[in-house]
């Protein structure tokens, strides 16, 4: 019986020299790895029992902490550049970044749906392919890339393909209405000075060294259809992903992003949401308009485009293969869900010298 009582009291006596002897006064220098590991065992379990519970190998049986769970967005949403806040845009991009592009292009989808922006849709395409904006339009890109890739190299064929429809990217930018922006861009594809002046859309006349005349192109469809074209071939050649061309064609945050780019095997837009995320995600667009306007940039295009092919196929037809057969088809179909007196009365058309659709008319 005595024995017993001296060997507990020798257990007691040798488990406390040794939880003393890894104590952090006992310790001087830095630590091993072991010892900051017994450490962590140390501050997350309290007593004894479960201090000696570690494990053979020498790893704590702490609890991980559970992953976070991806926000959800409601469907209701109608505008979500307007009805998604920052803060939550920044939760996707930093938990599920790989969730974004197409929750965003479903709820885009939806709202380029709806009935008022399905009518002004089919108005602005009609108004752009009897007037012949769309046919110069759609020359300017293809010379643009003609030019591009015979200096440069050819696109692989999908991404060419998915870059002549951008061509439709004036609904997006500035309804093919033209125009100058708060941010000062201009025309239809909405140029900058600084990248107008590198596309050779605004050139400077100079005559004994003083500047005499300026000459700005943005307005004129062939000429900035054309720039916007040799854009978007650069800004692919230099992202390798076309939805960051979108958004570097939108902000110059991407070129930042593209400056301290961390290698992985993910995408680049994916990469690019975590780069945003890391950054303090509204820190690097210095305000929360400019953070919610580039996130649903490139959804907000695809789901344009989406609609388009969805009830007007025809015209990316005639994108793609521009030909007078297929304009007309286009016309026709833009025709075909609305009255001809309606149309060519319609007050969106109000203030122009001769009735509008005159030549549609004619085919019919």
């Known amino acids: 019986m005595k024995l017993f009582e001296i060997l507990n009291k020798f257990t007691v006596v040798f488990v406390s020299a040794a939880i003393a002897l890894q104590s952090p006064q006992a310790t001087q220098g830095d630590d091993n790895p072991q010892q900051q590991e017994e450490k962590g065992c140390r501050q997350t379990n309290s007593s004894l029992i479960d201090f000696l519970s570690k494990d053979p190998n020498g790893k704590c049986e702490d609890k991980k902490e559970e992953p976070k769970k991806c926000p959800s967005i409601p469907l209701s949403i109608r505008n979500p550049h307007k009805d998604i806040s920052a803060n939550q845009l920044c939760e996707i991009a930093s938990t ?63 991404v060419k393909e998915k870059i002549l429809e951008l061509v439709l990217l004036p609904l997006v930018e500035s309804k093919w209405k033209g125009g100058r922006s708060p941010k000062g861009a201009h025309g239809l594809y909405q140029f900058t000075k600084q990248t107008a002046e590198m596309y050779g859309l605004i050139q400077y006349k100079y005559s004994n060294g003083k500047l005499v005349g300026i000459t700005d192109n943005r307005h004129k469809t062939y000429e900035s259809a054309k720039a916007a074209a040799q854009l978007f071939y650069d800004l692919y050649s230099r992202f390798g992903d076309l939805n960051l061309a979108l958004s570097a064609y939108n902000s110059g945050v991407p070129f930042k992003y593209l400056r301290s780019a961390p290698k992985s095997e993910e995408t680049p837009y994916l990469n690019y949401l975590r780069f945003i995320a890391d950054a303090g995600c509204i820190k690097p667009f210095r305000s929360e308009g400019n953070l919610r306007e580039n996130l649903n940039y490139p959804s907000k295009v695809w789901a344009a485009l989406s609609v388009i092919n969805s009830n007007y196929p025809v015209i990316l037809e005639y994108v793609k293969k521009p030909s007078e057969d297929n304009k007309v088809r286009a016309l026709e179909a833009l025709l075909s869900n609305k009255s001809k007196e309606k149309l060519a009365t319609n007050k969106y058309f109000s203030g122009s010298r001769r009735p509008p659709f005159k030549k549609v008319l004619a085919i019919q």
């Open 96 to 158: 599920c970044p790989e969730s974004l592009l197409p929750t965003l292009s479903s709820l885009w989808v939806q709202t380029y749906s709806s009935r008022i922006e399905m009518q002004h849709l089919e108005r602005t395409l009609l108004r752009i392919t009897e007037n012949g904006t769309l046919g110069r339009a759609i020359k300017g890109f293809n010379d643009g890339l003609k030019e591009r890739e015979r200096s440069k190299g050819p696109l692989p064929p999908e």
